[in-house]
C-alpha cells in the first residue's frame, strides 16, 4: 500500500486535532471528579502526539515509497507503546531546543532518570479502564489513579501538545527544504553535540 505524501500530513493534523480535543474532553471528567477515565484521555492525547511525529519521522526520513517501510510504518502506527515512547522525545527535544536553565536541566533529569517505561505507562491505562488484579488483590480503576498521578500526566499531555505540535508544524512548513537537506547532517558529529549539551546541563547548578 502507497500513500500520498500529502495524506499523511493531513494524518499530522488530525492526530494534533484529537490530541487537543481528549484534553478538552478529559478536562471535563475531571471537573466532575472522573479520574480514573480522564486519566485515560490524557494519556490517548500523548499517544496521539506521539502519533504525529512518527507519521513525520516516517515522511522526513522514511521512503514512503517501499511497500515493506510503509507495512512497518503502519505497524507502529498503530502501537501503543511507540506511540507514548515517540511522544516522550517531546521533552528530550524541548531541552536541548531551549536556553539552559533550570526547566531545562530538570527536563533533561526526568527524561533520563525517572521516564516510567512505556509498557507501565501502558498498565496503568488499562487500570484506568478495568477493573484490574494488581499486587494480588483485585482494583477498580478509581482505587488505583490517584490525584497526583493525574495532575502529572494532565501536565505532561498540555506540555506535549504544546511543544510537539509547535515542533511539528513548523518541520511540515518547511518540509521541503528539510527533505532535501536531510542527508547532510553528521550523525556522528551531531551525537557528540547532544552529549556535551546533555552533560554542560546535568553539571550546571541554578538558583
Known sequence: MKVNKNKYFDAIEKALD???ELIEEAEILVKYNRNARAYTLFQFSIEEVGKAFLVFQFVLNGNIEDVEETKKFFKDFTSHTVKTKTSEGIDFMFALAIEKSSY???LIEEFIFERVDVTVSNNYKNYSLYASFKDE???KPSEIITKNML?????NAKFRLQVGSSFIKLGVKNYDVLFETRNNFDEREL???TKKKIEELLNSKFD
Not at 495532575?151 to 501536565?155: F, P, V
Open 151 to 155: 495532575d502529572k500526566i494532565s501536565q
Open 104 to 106: 531545562s536541566k530538570k
Open 191 to 193: 551525537s557528540e553535540e
Open 18 to 20: 484529537n490530541a487537543n
Open 137 to 139: 488483590e483485585f482494583y
